[in-house]
């Protein structure tokens, strides 16, 4: 992969020079005014090296995390640009992932996505032609080869830092990442995990990564969220 200062992110060279990094994550509106995104958006600048921008997140409609992340880069706010494999397939993804280097975006988290059963259109048909080690793998060798999977040469900037998502848990002894070890091997280079509001379980999970020597191949952003309420603690707690 390119290491031109100049194309890389910050959030790339922040977690490349080893120095705490702070990302946030906006869910973008289901509104075609850029306003309604930067009222949720531009508290962050300043505070987060970069903002994440969800991709269809709890598989409902919202404004393109696409558009979003240009939206966001012309009001002086580094995006994350999340994809995932749920909703299209594998030509529109590279299509995409083209576009977003064309704009100027430089991170991308790709995950799998939701299943639209669990959101307020569940006759949708899901798409999942590439998993998320799959659709790692494909913006891997346009970053690092400069091609496409059937080898057409891809002209222009292709930097990208590429992101999974990934789960804290306790590490019983017989435990193995498999799963992280896959998405670093497909060319994730950072991750970011689901809710671990308890430091030694973080502790414990990612002193196993370490043994494991996947620190040294991908760095962690462990993730927190403002609680609310009392009840929403319990809620989190129960579930």
């Not at 903002?51 to 994350?80: C, F, M, R, W």
């Not at 040469?153 to 590429?162: D, I, K, R, S, Y």
């Not at 760095?219 to 009840?231: C, F, N, Q, T, Y």
């Amino acid at each position: 992969m390119s290491t031109n200062a100049d194309d890389c992110s910050e959030l790339a060279r922040r977690l490349a020079g080893g120095r705490f990094t702070i990302t946030a994550e906006v869910v973008p509106p289901v509104s075609t005014d850029p306003a309604d995104l930067l009222a949720r958006a531009m508290p962050l600048r300043g505070l987060a090296t970069a903002v994440n921008l969800t991709d269809g997140a709890g598989a409902k409609a919202h404004l393109s995390s696409l558009v979003a992340a240009h939206i966001l880069l012309q009001n002086g706010i580094e995006p994350i640009l999340q994809m995932t494999g749920r909703d299209r397939n594998r030509l529109a993804l590279q299509n995409d992932l083209l576009g977003a280097l064309a704009l100027g975006v430089r991170n991308v988290l790709i995950i799998s996505g939701d299943d639209p059963k669990i959101g307020d259109q569940p006759s949708t048909k899901p798409v999942f032609d590439l998993d998320s080690k799959g659709l790692l793998a494909v913006a891997h060798e346009i970053a690092d080869a400069r091609r496409l999977p059937p080898g057409t040469a891809v002209h222009g900037p292709t930097q990208l830092m590429l992101g999974a998502a990934a789960l804290p848990v306790d590490p019983p002894d017989d435990w193995s990442p498999a799963d992280l070890i896959a998405k670093a091997d497909a060319g994730a280079r950072f991750v970011q995990t689901q809710f671990c509001m308890d430091m030694a379980i973080a502790r414990r999970w990612i002193a196993r990564l370490r043994g494991l020597g996947l620190t040294d191949r991908i760095k962690v952003l462990i993730g927190v969220a403002p609680i609310p309420s009392a009840r929403s603690a319990q809620w989190m707690r129960s579930n």
